[in-house]
């Protein structure tokens, strides 16, 4: 069964870091393009970075451009989401998602190009 687990949540205060975790099982997260999303309550579902399979290029959206890194490791079968400086509209439940994408460049940050997802981890930013 392929499954997407996310772990690393918690509660921080702003100027904080976190690194999210999204493991896979039953398949290797190398071959798919793998997104992170975010869900704070009351709103719609957003991209935050993305990373392609095997030559790893990254795209992260505006809102959080140099202070979160997507990164991946291939021997764990894991990718990361690397949060520094954390600001409380960063709080949302997050999700990881895996694409089988149109190419080995292929990154996104639009839902519909997801195949997989996880159930998500609850980042708080608060004081």
């Known amino acids: 069964q392929l499954q997407l687990v996310e772990s690393g949540g918690g509660l921080v205060q702003p100027g904080g870091s976190l690194r999210l975790s999204c493991a896979a099982s039953?398949?290797?997260?190398?071959?798919?393009?793998i997104g992170w999303f975010r869900q704070a309550p009351g709103k719609e579902r957003e991209g935050v970075s993305c990373i392609s399979r095997l030559d790893s290029n990254t795209y992260s959206a505006d809102s959080v451009k140099g202070r979160f890194t997507i990164s991946r490791d291939g021997a764990k079968n894991t990718v990361y989401l690397q949060m520094n400086s954390l600001k409380p509209e960063d709080t949302a439940v997050y999700y990881c998602?895996?694409?089988?994408?149109?190419?080995?460049?292929?990154?996104?940050?639009?839902?519909?190009?997801?195949?997989?997802w996880g159930q998500g981890t609850q980042v708080t930013v608060s004081t």
């Open positions: 998602a895996a694409s089988l994408g149109h190419s080995d460049t292929f990154y996104s940050l639009e839902e519909d190009e997801y195949d997989y």
């Open positions: 039953g398949f290797t997260l190398d071959y798919y393009a």
